[in-house]
């Protein structure tokens, strides 16, 4: 490693290290809004050394059908492979020379460009990510290598907690929610230069983006860097799809046999999105089914080497989805039934012990994000993208801390009905 690059890493390194709570040393956020649509918020924390910015650009997985499936994320992947005054190779070097990250992804909503560096080297970096976003120009042979190694990701079977989660949301939603973000082998093998260009032509505008600055920075001086390198592009209108799921009435229910270890479930309610006055329920939901749960399973039958409860979220559904893997598959049936005997038991009553507990672990999860750079930059960005407060936490604690047993059992008798998704995977031996 180059002298200079370990110099910078230490630094780092040292820095995150005796990062403060940022309750009392955050300043108010700023937004504006270029010429060009570009939405910037910035927001200074002191005692900071590291800035994190976030670029988010709206594309839900509506843009997206059978025939480009994997699309958003091939373009997303291909800004770093080359601009017309960098070549990858360049930005990958210079990234490293002043110690960043610059990482690409994409989710079923949104595509994030995300960084960290050293507050010193924050103009850099927004030169740099500026220029990938819209100076990308796809070079034939990148464009091939690329494909390549996506559709061998795709191709590639994950963990089992992940394989059982893909085969969850492919059976639970009738939207483009079901499709896996990272595209299918035979979708991406038919995905050509011309269909990337054209695609990041269309929705790669200013207009179209969220920015978010965090760090030990002069608002003014990041508002006028940011429009150095992001103001001079233009932007045309760009028209999303919304994403719209239907209201699930039935159960839905898929099985599939693999070449696995073990064997794993996952049982699935739809619930409310955090955009919902029922967000505070669902996070206590998700917590305390996840105790009870483990204890059945793991603790009191040994059945289990995991279990948990999840929280799918995305901008237009939310899902409280139960795992476990299973030790032997002969006890498949046995785990669904006592998984949902614990769901349906939230509607019996909860005691005031639990209610403590779980609110307690709640607003610990809550207290403990965004208590860096780099976690409260993707908080803003997702805020303003779903419209709500930059103080959202906040306002969220304070509804933890009011909620009452009659608030839960409430909610649980209104999502937990017999319309839940329930999926396995089998071993075949």
Request: hydrophobic share 40%; with cysteine.
């Amino acid at each position: 490693m180059k002298p200079r690059i370990l110099a910078i890493f230490s630094a780092i390194i040292l820095a995150s290290s005796f990062l403060p709570s940022c309750a009392s040393e955050q300043g108010e956020v700023q937004k504006t809004v270029l010429d060009n649509g570009l939405t910037l918020l910035v927001q200074e924390v002191k005692g900071f050394d590291i800035a994190s910015m976030v670029l988010l650009v709206k594309l839900p997985c509506s843009l997206e059908d059978e025939h480009n499936l994997g699309i958003r994320n091939f373009v997303h992947q291909m800004l770093l492979k080359g601009t017309e005054k960098r070549s990858a190779v360049e930005i990958a070097s210079q990234v490293e020379d002043i110690g960043a990250t610059l990482t690409p992804g994409v989710t079923e909503d949104y595509a994030m460009l995300t960084s960290s560096v050293l507050n010193e080297f924050s103009g850099e970096i927004l030169a740099i990510m500026a220029d990938v976003t819209f100076n990308a120009t796809f070079p034939e042979e990148e464009v091939g290598r690329a494909r390549a190694t996506l559709i061998q990701q795709a191709s590639r079977q994950r963990i089992i907690w992940r394989e059982v989660i893909r085969l969850f949301t492919q059976t639970h939603f009738a939207s483009a929610y079901s499709y896996p973000p990272e595209g299918r082998p035979q979708t991406l093998a038919k995905i050509n230069r011309q269909d990337l260009v054209d695609f990041y032509t269309r929705y790669y505008q200013p207009s179209n983006m969220i920015l978010a600055v965090v760090g030990d920075l002069d608002s003014a001086e990041v508002r006028g860097a940011v429009e150095e390198v992001f103001g001079k592009f233009s932007s045309s209108p760009v028209s999303i799809p919304e994403v719209i799921e239907e209201e699930h009435t039935s159960i839905k229910e898929a099985e599939e046999q693999r070449w696995v270890a073990s064997a794993a479930l996952a049982i699935g309610y739809s619930v409310p999105t955090l955009r919902d006055q029922l967000y505070p329920q669902v996070l206590f939901l998700q917590s305390y089914l996840g105790e009870k749960i483990f204890d059945q399973i793991r603790e009191e039958r040994g059945w289990s080497y995991a279990a948990h409860v999840t929280y799918l979220e995305f901008a237009n559904s939310g899902c409280l989805v139960a795992f476990c893997d299973l030790n032997k598959k002969e006890n498949l049936d046995q785990a669904r039934q006592v998984i949902l005997g614990v769901i349906r038991g939230v509607k019996e009553g909860i005691s005031e012990e639990d209610m403590e507990q779980h609110k307690t672990a709640v607003l610990g999860k809550i207290a403990r994000g965004g208590q860096t750079s780099w976690e409260k930059a993707p908080q803003l960005v997702w805020y303003e993208l779903y419209g709500l407060p930059y103080d959202f936490d906040d306002e969220l604690r304070g509804k933890i801390e009011e909620l009452t047993c009659e608030d839960i059992e409430s909610v649980a008798d209104k999502y937990f009905k017999d319309n839940y998704t329930y999926v396995a995977i089998i071993p075949l031996w």
